[in-house]
């Protein structure tokens, strides 16, 4: 009710009056339609992701006619971007082997989550928060948040190969002190963080439940947690030992259930992309 009463008093005051029946459902498309309406008015930062885009051609030695080239093909379906590993390790076949049409891809994909975490950082969440991206790729939606919410701290994780190397490019290039870099089969730390995303990541995981007991220690009580789990589809990259890993031998959904409050669902899978708040 907080919510409406921020977004319109007097129509606050008539839901008040309401019987308590009529007021849940009431309330619920109000909340809705709010919702709605907030993420299509977020104006998409086009102009940052110009400029990473031009960092990451300049890393690549292409040009941004060769980068939308390569967007192009995979929208249409016409982009192969790796054979069929669903039955071997795909951090030492695939992920190590990755290329310039991976960091093309990966760009554009990141930027397709923008606006729905935007929303949630900008309702839940202050400035000087610190966050971790648990398989950051290129690291552009964790940067673009960077530059909105002025992050106090933003360690970028994952495995030391191409793409890693434009990230530590990025940084270097842009003098980013509150950007850490780091190899996430190396990183220990006790640390916790405001903000955890993983996205993009668990499905391609053998051993997915391990490492989403991993974020879990990550996430600060209170935390949120920006999650898409290791859900099995019509993909080479997306493991069946994940989804098994995660929905057969252990219960990943009960986990989060008993640990976090689910409260947004988003982007294309809206069974499996949430952002989770921890309790505590």
Known sequence: MQYIK????????????????????IIQKIIDKIKRYTEKSIVFPQKEVDEFINIACEYMNINKDEYYKI????????????ENYENQN??????????KKFICVNIYAQSNFYKSIYVVLSRLLTNNITVLDYGCGTG???????????????VLLDIDNYTAGFVKFYIEKTSSKEIVWEDILKYSSNE???FVQSLDVLEH???SYEHLLKLDGIVRK???MALKIAFEAEDKTHLPQA??????KNDGLDYLKQKYNMIKRFGYEQLVNCVYKKRG
Request: proline share 0%; glycine share 4%; net charge positive.
């Open 222 to 224: 209170g935390g949120l």
């Open 71 to 82: 967007i192009e093909q995979f929208r249409a379906g016409e982009l192969k971007l790796i």
């Open 6 to 25: 921020n977004y319109n008093l007097e129509l606050y005051n008539k839901i008040i009056a309401l019987k308590e029946s009529n007021k849940r459902t």
């Open 243 to 248: 989804a098994e890993s995660f929905f057969v």
């Open 140 to 154: 552009l939606l964790a940067i673009l948040l960077h530059k909105r919410f002025n992050f106090k701290k933003l």
């Open 192 to 194: 916790t963080f405001d």
């Open 205 to 207: 995981l053998e051993n």
């Open 90 to 99: 795909q951090t030492d076949i695939f992920w190590f082997n990755v290329d």
